[in-house]
């Protein structure tokens, strides 16, 4: 009900201001192919998209893929968690997804390419 609200509140808005309404949309990690993941493109999609935030060195890497899965990666990036907020499907694609986990994934295991 409370989304329903929302979501002609921010309709009602757009009318006024001549603008559409708000869209939210969040996603699982589900939309995620873990297998099409690709290292090399993973390292040009972590340094555009999250290195605003996160330190590209070896060690920071490492510890940012902690003990986590490629999985529970796409999921943080998907879902967000704390401080970082989730992506949305329309500003990081699933396969942009799956290639930033494979990248974090290849850093504990090898070090940074």
Do not use: N, Y
């Amino acid at each position: 009900d409370e989304r329903k609200a929302l979501v002609l509140f921010m309709q009602a808005l757009g009318d006024a201001g001549g603008t559409g309404p708000l869209v939210i949309l969040r996603r699982d990690a589900c939309d995620v192919d873990l297998s099409a993941g690709d290292r090399d493109r993973g390292k040009s999609v972590f340094d555009f998209a999250c290195l605003a935030c996160h330190s590209g060195a070896a060690a920071d890497l490492r510890q940012l893929a902690g003990r986590l899965s490629p999985a529970e990666i796409a999921a943080v990036v998907r879902r967000g968690v704390k401080t970082m907020p989730f992506f949305q499907v329309d500003r990081l694609k699933a396969g942009k997804v799956a290639d930033v986990a494979a990248f974090l994934e290849s850093t504990r295991q090898q070090g940074p390419r």
